[in-house]
């Protein structure tokens, strides 16, 4: 985050926070409320999960907040602006990576061209953004050929080339094994370490447990709890909460 002279924002500090949404409803289509007055505030720090079933909503949420969707009723903001106004401060990642038809180097390259990084800075920060998740070797594949995690991690590292303030990752793994998901949890890490704020979506407990310093808990399109994750996993407020860590199937 580039520092600006005479500032009052302390170091470090992510001025797109707090998220706060307030009351914010989603019906689709078929005038079903997919999303029912959800309401949270998110303020600085590190790295939040969004956890509930397939189907709970998760999805809906992160693109409402990105402004990819508009809520039927309620507020999204980000540090008092609007999500379309927030949006080229984030990065978001998709649950299926969409990839360029072109070499893995060529795909981080071009987000920075249609961001009007100069031709001459461009090479220092593809080669950061490869090394970082651990894809320089492959730098020359076409990028449709990697395997799901290599993908899955371009397409992180693509976001966090552009030093996003706020990381948006849905589901970041769900369709990878143990050692590949293990590889994106870590580049997730080192993401929120390097100073982004981290806000990602996933079913799974067990990586809700890794990476979540605080846990949203959204099940049929209601926020049930949100908690700081030591004492969501400890004993979760909420009974369904509860079925659902303990491995339970919840509807
Ligand atoms: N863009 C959309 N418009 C309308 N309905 C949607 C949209 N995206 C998802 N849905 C519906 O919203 C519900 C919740 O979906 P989703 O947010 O994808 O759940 P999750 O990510 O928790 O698995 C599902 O019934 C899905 O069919
Ligand atoms: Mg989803």
């Known amino acids: 985050m580039a520092e600006v002279e005479g500032s ?7 001025p797109l926070l707090p998220l706060v949404t ?9 005038r079903r409320l997919i999303l029912d007055g959800v309401s949270f505030r998110l303020d600085d720090g590190f790295r939040t999960v969004i956890l509930g079933p397939n189907g709970a909503g998760k999805s809906v949420l992160l693109r409402l907040c990105h402004g990819l969707l508009r809520p039927t009723a309620g507020q999204i903001t980000w540090g008092g602006l609007s999500p379309a106004a927030a949006a080229s401060r984030q990065g ?14 060529a795909n981080i390259e071009h987000v920075l061209a249609i961001k009007g990084v100069r031709a001459g800075e461009r090479g220092a920060r593809v080669r950061a953004a490869l090394e970082r998740a651990g894809l320089a070797r492959l730098a020359d594949r076409p990028a449709r050929m990697l395997s799901g995690g290599e993908q899955q991690r371009l397409s992180i590292a693509r976001a966090w080339v552009m030093e996003p303030e706020v990381l948006l990752l849905d589901e970041p793994s769900s369709s990878l094994d143990p050692a590949a998901t293990r590889a994106v949890e870590d580049l997730v890490r080192e993401v929120a370490a390097g100073g982004a704020r981290v806000i990602m979506t996933t079913h799974d407990i067990g990586q809700a ?23 969501f996993f400890a004993g979760p407020a909420h009974p369904a909460a509860a079925r659902f860590i303990q491995g339970d199937l919840i509807d």
């Not at 307030?22 to 078929?30: A, E, H, M, R, Y």
């Not at 447990?209 to 004492?231: I, K, N, Q």
């Open 8 to 14: 009052l924002e302390p170091a470090g500090a992510c």
């Open 22 to 30: 307030d009351g914010l409803c989603f019906t689709g289509g078929d």
């Open 92 to 105: 978001m990642v998709f649950q299926r990576p969409v990839l360029l038809r072109r070499s893995v180097r």
């Open 209 to 231: 447990r890794r990476l979540a310093d605080d846990v949203l808990f959204l099940h049929r399109g209601h926020l049930l709890e949100h908690s700081p994750a030591s004492s």
